[in-house]
């Protein structure tokens, strides 16, 4: 393999692994507010558990569940929506005793098809107990999961059909002369058998990620995107199938100036539009089912940059297959200087409005570019950005370079340079493809919110605990300690020597052994004067053992440290 196309293939399988393995998704459809807020105490029982998203939900995969301190489900089932305000759902309650109460909540974005969970707690009756704001109780127990591998393999392998897809429509009606290269009937089978492979991928993790069944998925609202993606490349395989008819099913018949090159097919820009269109229509639907379609008063300038942006990538990623295999089938040939003359000035064109429209996208969602490198969002499109550049840099080459050696002698050396740099292309635009597949399983650097806690005061119950190494030992207090609201105390020292550690931050996470299909709630801890880093919320909601992670970050590195920690029942009235 030449130098760039070794250089290449390294920076893809990079990139994908460390998209692999990096950043973990925020929480798409965060819970802004509820009603009761979390962390609250009423002195009356609500009529019913109001909350509102940051994403619309899909009802018909989302549920709300209430459960009382032993862990015993009261009131849930499947979400209800509420009627004008469809970024709520409410669960109705009635009758309620006095006492905490915990909400647990499980989401399914209808804008991105990505699951959310978490919960919080209220009492009722309980006075004196400590309020929380709405925004603190909400951030300190949602939770977000990272991005399932099938989910991003489905995106990318649906990403790849629709560019070959469209880039054989835009390269044979532009570039081959209302036909397409060689003999075109593998590589449209491939890009059908992408974009197929990576629709049902994209089903069954759907299916996986709500922990419903596929018939549930597809009776959803996201199923419902899911269909017309299905319709959408059935006309696509329509298209295909009258093109490939077209030509007969042979290579056609040989054109008088190839002396002795290979034979050309008849033209055929019918179905070169039609297919174009099924794979324009595809790319529509993707966009209308994505961030793009987010509450906005730009929704639809954001809708339109997106599918632009879609078109632009498939244009050119997808038009480099279809041209290597044009080197490929006519290397050296009559046609190479008028095809590479003509595909440099429709990639340049593409380019331009890549770059133009992933600008206005990034800007919308990125959320401050600050966020480039404190979220998990802002990674993965770093590592896209660098990616990028370098396919930039390989089609600079190419333009620059190598295709003016098409005007000289040369031109079997010229091909063989071309088809080299345009594999390295490839390599780059996978890499490109997966980060973008993987960014829209997280939730855009917009939408990332923190929380604030504070407060302590004196124990009830006690957890210590050390890291593996036995480096750095925590020691826990909670205040009153049982179910529901609480205040935590966590000092973090030297395991030998018991001196405190300087520290960047300490976060506690926790899970009832008893409930684990509650999620994880989490509560971040704010540092004291006195070196104590101080919290207060409804994290212990359930009467039971939990168990809890302390997440510490220091200056040379980060470490966490397992506690474990027994809330005890209410006692009966």
Not at 201 to 221: I, N
Request: charged share 15%; hydrophobic share 50%; glycine share 14%.
């Amino acid at each position: 393999m030449h130098r760039r196309g070794r250089l290449a293939a390294l920076a893809a399988l990079t990139g994908v692994w460390l998209l692999a393995t990096g950043p973990a998704a925020a929480a798409h459809g965060a819970l802004v507010s509820s009603d009761p807020a979390g962390g609250s105490s009423l002195e009356r029982a609500p009529g019913a558990v109001t909350l509102r998203f940051s994403e619309r939900p899909d009802p018909g995969l989302s549920t709300v569940r209430l459960l009382d301190s032993g862990g015993r489900v009261v009131a849930g089932g499947p979400a209800r929506p509420v009627a004008g305000r469809p970024q709520e759902l409410r669960l109705p309650v009635a009758g309620l005793p006095a006492g905490g109460y915990t909400v647990s909540w499980r989401i399914v974005s209808a804008v991105d098809g990505h699951r959310t969970d978490g919960v919080f707690g209220f009492g009722v009756g309980a006075a004196g107990a400590p309020q929380l704001p709405p925004s603190q109780a909400a951030a300190e127990v949602r939770a977000g999961h990272s991005p399932a591998a099938l989910a991003v393999a489905g995106r990318w392998a649906w990403y790849w059909g629709l560019a070959l897809l469209v880039g054989a429509a835009a390269t044979g009606l532009l570039v081959f002369g209302g036909r397409l290269p060689g003999r075109p009937g593998p590589l449209l089978g491939l890009a059908v058998a992408s974009a197929a492979a990576g629709l049902v991928a994209m089903t069954l993790a759907a299916g996986g990620d709500a922990g419903v069944s596929v018939g549930d998925v597809l009776a959803s609202a996201n199923g419902r995107w899911l269909l017309w993606r299905a319709a959408a490349l059935a006309a696509a395989v329509a298209a295909a199938w009258w093109l490939l008819a077209r030509a007969g099913g042979a290579t056609g018949s040989p054109d008088p100036a190839a002396a002795g090159g290979p034979p050309r097919l008849p033209a055929a820009t019918g179905p070169l539009a039609a297919l174009g269109a099924a794979g324009a229509a595809g790319m529509l639907v993707h966009a209308l089912a994505g961030h793009a379609a987010g509450p906005s008063s730009l929704r639809l300038l954001n809708l339109l940059a997106q599918w632009t942006h879609l078109l632009a990538v498939g244009v050119w990623v997808g038009g480099l297959a279809w041209l290597l295999a044009a080197l490929w089938a006519r290397a050296g040939g009559w046609s190479s200087r008028e095809v590479v003359g003509r595909f440099s000035r429709l990639a340049g064109t593409s380019l331009a409005v890549v770059v133009v429209t992933g600008v206005a996208r990034t800007a919308d969602e990125l959320g401050g570019w600050g966020r480039l490198v404190d979220s998990g969002f802002g990674r993965a499109l770093d590592l896209k950005l660098a990616l990028f550049a370098g396919l930039v840099g390989l089609g600079a080459l190419n333009r620059y370079r190598l295709v003016p050696l098409f005007r000289t002698g040369a031109r079997r050396r010229a091909a063989a340079r071309l088809r080299r740099s345009v594999g390295a292309e490839l390599g780059l635009a996978a890499g490109v493809l997966a980060a973008a597949a993987l960014l829209s399983q997280l939730a855009p650097g917009a939408t990332a919110g923190a929380a604030r806690p504070a407060a302590a005061a004196t124990p009830v119950l006690e957890a210590s605990g050390a890291d593996w190494a036995t480096t750095v030992r925590v020691t826990l207090t909670v205040t009153p300690g049982a179910a529901g609201p609480n205040r935590f105390t966590a000092t973090v020292a030297d395991f030998d020597s018991g001196r405190a550690l300087p520290v960047d931050r300490v976060e506690l996470a926790g899970t009832p052994q008893a409930h684990p299909d509650l999620g994880t709630a989490r509560l971040e801890l704010v540092e004291a004067p006195d070196g104590r880093w101080l919290g207060q919320g409804r994290l212990l909601s359930l009467a039971g053992r939990w168990d809890l992670t302390t997440t510490i970050q220091r200056p040379d590195g980060g470490v966490t440290v397992p506690l474990a920690v027994d809330v005890p029942a209410p006692a009966p009235s």
